[in-house]
């Protein structure tokens, strides 16, 4: 074969090989290959020495331009892979601001807190204070200053927690009236709900807990009566289970009320027609109230001639599981993401 079309052939493959590269690595691969002194261009200058004298020099020339034009193919293809490297880098970079930001989950207030601030609102919209009080409670305005006396019997109603003799859990919100009744020395008038957790010896299963929730309710003024009292529960069974409920009052039997009474709401339900809910009475029992019993106002400071009061003393689980008919009070404590989110 005619060797000047040898050099022309090998420089076609060569640039193609050049040309097909896209890594740098790669070019350096096959520049070493082609132009290196093993390679085939050297290879081809070997064959001088058997070619006519006067053909060498063309020979030579013609495969050193060979060598030339390939090296200038290699820088270029150099350079092509140098821009698509920069343009790779830059895509790879590439910010897309329009992109939307990725979700992140937005909590909301425990079901328990929206019914206490509910509750609030409406009583700071008729003038109440909130008012709270420590957990850890003396025993003295845990029970005795609310005319249960050591030994009495309705201490029992109540499974307590002792920390020590005098020391205890809280089983109540009430000692919280007797906390703001001495405050005010016997001779300030008091509107006051005070919402708080609060502690039972109870074994937990689906209707008890050792640890709930209650709201008290404290009005005390030179002219509170049973009527207050019962507008007031009124006004609040509307507001929590709708326009429509009644409230009755039942005579019942607390230590710190005289007369004290459990109050029961017309069933949100069924109307008041009986259902699975109120147990077909068309009632559900929500909560214990009554007047302030005389002993407990004279032992925090206030004289029952001049003053009287009503109080109350509500569950917040169960309300919460009486309106969103929730059947087990562990629901409240477990933070189940599932139940918690039902109550956005
Ligand atoms: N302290 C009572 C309880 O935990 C609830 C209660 C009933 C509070 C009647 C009151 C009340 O203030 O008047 O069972």
Redesign the pocket.
Known sequence: MDIKQKVKDLLKEAKEQVAATDLMHNLNQVKADYLGKKGPFSGLMRHMKDLPNEEKPTFGKAVNTAKQELKKAIEKQREVIKERQIQAKLEAETIDVTLPSRQFRLGNKHLLTQIIEHIEDLFIGMGYEIKEGPEVEIDEYNFEK?NLPKNHPARD??DTFYITEDTLLR????PV?VRTMLNNNGNKPIKIICPGI?YRRDDDDATHSHQFM?I???VVDEKTTMADLKGTLEIMAKELFGEQRKIRLRP?Y?P??EP??EVDVSCHNCGGDGCHICKQTGWIEV????M?NNNVLKASGYDPEKYQG??????VERLAMLKYKINDIRDFYTNDQRFNNQFK
């Open positions: 609310l109603m109540q089983t109540h919100t009430s009236q609060v209650q008290e309710g404290l019942d607390f710190f009320t004290s009474v909560l214990g109230a009554g302030v009503f109080a109350f003393g509500v569950g």
